[in-house]
C-alpha cells in the first residue's frame, strides 16, 4: 500500500495502480526499457494492472516477465472497460496512468490520475481531466514511489 499525506486534502491510501499500455508504458507495442525495472519496483507497494486493447498484439509477451495482471477487451470498448475495471477495483484506492482519450473516464473516477506524454504524444482532452502530468512513464513512477513530489504537485 501506498499512503501519501497531502496538506490541503488529507491521507491518500492507494493499493492499486492501473496502467493503461501502448502509449504509457509500451510504445508501438514495445515496453519502455525504463518502465519494466520501475514497475517491477512498484509491485512491492501495490497491485499493478495494465489495460489494453492490444493493438500490435504483444502485451502478453512484453509483460511475460513483469507478472502484473493485465486485462484486454475489443478496441471498440476501451473507454468503458478501463472506467468498469478501476470501478470493481475501487477508485478511491486507485491511481490511474495514460495517455490517451480512452483514458478519461477512467481519470474521472480513480483517486489520483496521472497523464504520461511519451513518444506516442497526450490527449489535450485527457489532461483536463488530470491530477499530474509528466514528460515519461519514468518521471510518472518516480512521483508515485516518493511522496514529497506526490505532495509538492498535489497540495493546495
Known amino acids: 500500500m501506498l499512503i501519501y499525506n497531502i496538506p490541503g486534502i488529507g491521507k491518500i491510501e492507494i493499493d492499486n495502480i492501473v496502467f493503461d499500455y501502448n502509449g504509457t508504458i509500451a510504445v508501438d507495442g514495445k515496453l519502455i526499457d525504463d518502465a519494466k525495472v520501475l514497475i517491477i519496483k512498484l509491485k512491492e507497494y501495490a497491485n499493478i494492472h495494465i489495460l489494453t486493447a492490444d493493438t ?3 502485451v502478453e509477451k512484453e509483460c511475460a ?3 502484473v495482471k ?9 473507454s468503458l472497460s478501463k472506467k468498469e475495471i478501476v470501478e470493481n477495483l475501487g477508485p478511491e484506492k486507485t491511481i490511474c496512468v495514460g495517455n490517451g482519450f480512452n483514458d478519461i473516464e477512467m481519470f474521472k473516477i480513480c483517486k489520483i490520475s496521472i497523464a504520461i506524454i511519451e513518444n506516442e504524444g497526450c490527449s489535450g482532452k485527457l489532461l483536463a481531466h488530470s491530477d499530474i502530468v509528466t514528460k515519461s512513464i519514468k518521471d510518472a513512477i518516480k512521483v508515485i514511489l516518493n511522496e514529497n513530489r506526490m505532495k509538492a504537485t498535489l497540495r493546495n
Open 70 to 78: 493485465v486485462a484486454k477487451f475489443p478496441k471498440e470498448m476501451a
Open 56 to 58: 500490435y498484439g504483444t
Open 65 to 67: 516477465e513483469l507478472g
